[in-house]
């Protein structure tokens, strides 16, 4: 069963994954035997995130590149390159999150939201794309999405709708790359406790979102990891694309 999930040899790219939840994804792959460039903003919970997969007995590096600003992404995709030689998995995991409501937002703040969480995954995935299709051994690009993405949530109008757009863009790459082999797939996470939800966290909104969810609580960074694993391994999930995979405790599943 070990061998269906074995990432041995292969190196993903985590962008985001200095984040709480995109560092639990990329401990995953490197506990299954993946090579991890771990890429952020900040530089420093990025080597933080590559400290904690070498003592476990994994490989990784930081390196630091903002997917808002791309010409950051397209120098970073070259030092992985030539510290690695290239990738087999993509993650997509940057995020960005407001609770300006609707009436109040200004297209500053748009922007910026949609530059990371839409704009920003999009044209990174062309960046590391390219070169995955150069290298003809396929692959796999998982996006992280939202619960958001399906019914957009109270007070995260724009987060909402970068992720309802990250959906499409799924299920569009998936077509667009199926004859290259490369599988392009999406999390959708459910409530975990990470640095874009803590603030919007209020006792009243937590209740709401328990009443919500069957499973009863939050979810846990490392039970994101299953599902990465699963997704990035070509034996496991050889022949899944476009799939947009719920780990949301039955939140997708409720109503009233």
């Not at 999930?5 to 962008?15: C, P």
């Not at 640095?195 to 969810?213: A, C």
């Amino acid at each position: 069963m070990s061998k269906l999930f074995d990432l041995t040899g292969k190196v993903a790219v985590a962008l985001g994954g200095n984040s709480t939840l995109g560092g639990s994804m990329a401990k995953g792959l490197a506990e299954h035997g993946a090579k991890v460039a771990i890429v952020g903003r900040n530089l420093e919970t990025a080597e933080e995130v590559v400290k904690e997969i070498v003592e476990a007995g994994g490989e990784a590096k930081a390196f630091q590149a903002d997917v808002s600003k791309l010409e950051t992404v397209e120098q970073v995709a070259k030092e992985i390159e030539a510290w690695s030689g290239g990738w087999d998995i993509l993650l997509n995991a940057p995020g960005m999150n407001s609770t300006t409501p609707y009436l109040e937002l200004e297209t500053e703040e748009w922007d910026k939201i949609m530059d990371v969480n839409l704009r920003g995954v999009v044209f990174a995935t062309q960046i590391f794309a390219k070169k995955m299709v150069e290298q003809k051994r396929g692959g796999s690009i998982i996006n992280i999405s939202s619960v958001s993405s399906t019914t957009p949530l109270s007070k995260v109008f724009t987060y909402s709708a970068s992720k309802a757009a990250i959906n499409s863009v799924t299920q569009y790459l998936s077509r667009e790359f199926a004859p290259h082999n490369i599988r392009v797939n999406a999390i959708i996470p459910g409530f975990f406790p990470a640095e874009q939800n803590r603030k919007i966290l209020s006792e009243d909104r937590v209740n709401s979102i328990m009443g919500h969810t069957p499973m009863n609580r939050f979810g846990d960074p490392e039970e994101l990891q299953g599902a990465t694993v699963y997704l990035a391994s070509d034996k496991a999930s050889g022949y899944v694309t476009g799939e947009l995979l719920r780990v949301d405790g039955g939140f997708g599943s409720m109503t009233i």
